[in-house]
């Protein structure tokens, strides 16, 4: 198939893996696996990889990981920090493996948007949860992550069964990301002053 042309359906899934692996990256790499080892989906390109027993443990074994992690008030930072390499790389790969098939320029191309997606997700998700962060309970910050747990698997979802429902919502959040970057910016900001020394 020529993907100079992607289908609305391959556009939705290439930019919900990115957005995907922008959030949670394992959950992504495991539930694609999951899905094509089930025979729930044909994977495209050379995603039948994440279908590979070993890769589905590897992804699963980090995807616990990461779900505690991601529960703790600042060590969630921390991860997100240190999955900064991780994320956006990874998101870069998975849809330049979905256009795999293709030219090396079709893959290259895919790769640089796919990781251009995955970084946008990443940092708004980074700064938000550096913002919640800054409330001393930790319920915000539970509440925050357990969304985040059921958006991914939710948004891939709904890029498979309702691709069109799928990008308005990416649509919409983007332009929510966008209206929230004072909010951000202002949560980063006040997290780096307290994480400064203070002068005795």
């Given at each position: 198939?020529?993907?100079?042309?992607?289908?609305?359906?391959?556009?939705?899934?290439?930019?919900?893996?990115?957005?995907?692996?922008?959030?949670?990256?394992?959950?992504?790499?495991?539930?694609c696996g999951l899905a094509?080892?089930?025979?729930?989906?044909?994977?495209?390109?050379?995603?039948?990889?994440?279908?590979?027993?070993?890769?589905?443990?590897?992804?699963?074994?980090?995807?616990?990981?990461?779900?505690?992690?991601?529960?703790?008030?600042?060590?969630?930072?921390?991860?997100?920090?240190?999955?900064?390499?991780?994320?956006?790389?990874?998101?870069?790969?998975?849809?330049?493996?979905?256009?795999?098939?293709?030219?090396?320029?079709?893959?290259?191309?895919?790769?640089?948007?796919?990781?251009?997606?995955?970084?946008?997700?990443?940092?708004?998700?980074?700064?938000?949860?550096?913002?919640?962060?800054?409330?001393?309970?930790?319920?915000?910050?539970?509440?925050?992550?357990?969304?985040?747990?059921?958006l991914v698997p939710a948004?891939?979802?709904?890029?498979?069964?309702?691709?069109?429902?799928?990008?308005?919502?990416?649509a919409a959040g983007l332009?929510?990301?966008?209206?929230?970057?004072?909010?951000?910016?202002?949560?980063?900001?006040?997290?780096?002053?307290?994480?400064?020394?203070?002068?005795?």
């Amino acid at each position: 198939m020529n993907h100079l042309s992607a289908s609305l359906p391959e556009l939705a899934l290439a930019l919900a893996l990115a957005w995907g692996a922008g959030i949670r990256v394992y959950a992504v790499i495991f539930l694609c696996g999951l899905a094509g080892l089930a025979g729930w989906i044909d994977l495209p390109g050379y995603l039948s990889v994440l279908a590979h027993p070993l890769v589905l443990g590897a992804s699963g074994f980090m995807l616990t990981v990461e779900f505690f992690a991601d529960k703790l008030p600042w060590l969630d930072s921390l991860w997100d920090a240190a999955h900064t390499f991780i994320r956006i790389p990874a998101g870069a790969a998975l849809v330049a493996l979905m256009f795999s098939g293709d030219s090396t320029a079709v893959t290259a191309a895919a790769a640089i948007l796919g990781g251009a997606v995955a970084a946008g997700a990443h940092f708004t998700k980074a700064g938000a949860r550096s913002a919640i962060n800054l409330s001393p309970e930790p319920f915000s910050n539970w509440g925050a992550s357990l969304l985040e747990d059921a958006l991914v698997p939710a948004g891939l979802w709904l890029a498979v069964v309702h691709p069109v429902v799928f990008l308005a919502l990416l649509a919409a959040g983007l332009v929510a990301a966008v209206l929230l970057l004072r909010w951000i910016f202002s949560g980063l900001k006040a997290l780096f002053a307290r994480l400064r020394p203070t002068s005795s």
